[in-house]
């Protein structure tokens, strides 16, 4: 957990860099600013990510955003039939029943510094780089039961992520506050997770429960061909 502390504590420090850098650039160029007609922009990606994007322009070819990217996903499988045991002198049948759920949600914050590549009236082609803060959550549990049996078995992941996270994108306008883009993400980093598993088992008069709980780390990359979404200028 020392290692998660000094990699928040880095992320923390960049993303102050960022800001102070934002503050320069906007005073270094503050008529060129002026003479812009909008300042401040949301992003939406609705296709293959779920997004939420704050932009600031710096100038006319740099800007900075913060990026939430939210994931989420629960199932339950419900299934009845027989278990059948048979040994040397008998065949004995019992009805059963097996309850499955199943859980997952992350979120990541990330801060990129956006520059064009080329622009015209119609839109622009850009890059972007920046820092990314994960966070993950993945459960699964199950249950099972019988005349004489009942089981149950629960896991859990959790995952801490650091990583840097570049992009390149086209963006196209729709209307004057209204432009659609598409992007490609290429990230990597370092990861921190904790597996925890527990077991419980019932037959008659016998109980067992068990318990085992893991820390784990490494590294780790991911690679978005296209995430497509909307900008709202204000």
């Known amino acids: 957990m020392s290692e ?6 880095i992320l923390f420090i960049i993303i102050t860099l960022f800001f102070s850098y934002n503050i320069l650039a906007q005073s270094n160029s503050e008529d060129e600013l ?5 300042l401040h922009s949301f992003d939406i990606m609705f296709i293959n990510s779920y997004s ?10 740099n800007a900075i955003r913060i990026l939430l990217d939210l994931g989420l996903s629960k199932n339950s499988d419900n ?13 004995d049948v019992n009805k059963s029943t097996t309850e499955n759920q199943a859980g997952y949600y992350s979120l990541k914050l990330s801060g990129h510094y956006l520059s064009n590549l080329y622009s015209d009236r119609l839109g622009e082609v ?6 990314e ?73 016998y109980v067992s429960i068990s318990h085992t709980k893991r820390d784990g780390n490494g590294w780790y990359y991911s690679y978005v061909w296209a995430k497509v979404g909307l900008r709202f200028s204000i």
Do not use: C, M
């Open 133 to 205: 803060l994960g966070y993950s959550n993945q459960e699964n549990s199950s249950k099972n039961k019988d005349e004489n049996n009942n089981d149950e078995y629960n896991y859990s992941t959790k995952e801490y992520s650091l990583g840097i996270l570049g992009l390149l994108g086209i963006r196209s306008k729709l209307t004057n506050s209204i432009s659609i883009f598409v992007e490609t993400h290429l990230k990597g980093g370092k990861s921190w997770s904790v597996y925890d598993h527990t077991s419980k088992y019932n037959s008659n008069d």
């Open 4 to 9: 998660i502390k000094v990699s928040i504590r």
């Open 79 to 91: 299934q009845d039939g027989t278990y059948t045991y048979t040994n040397n002198s008998a065949t």
């Open 52 to 61: 939420i994007g704050y932009n600031v322009i710096l100038n006319n070819s």
């Open 126 to 131: 850009y890059f972007g780089i920046g820092p």
């Open 34 to 38: 002026d003479d812009k007609d909008n």
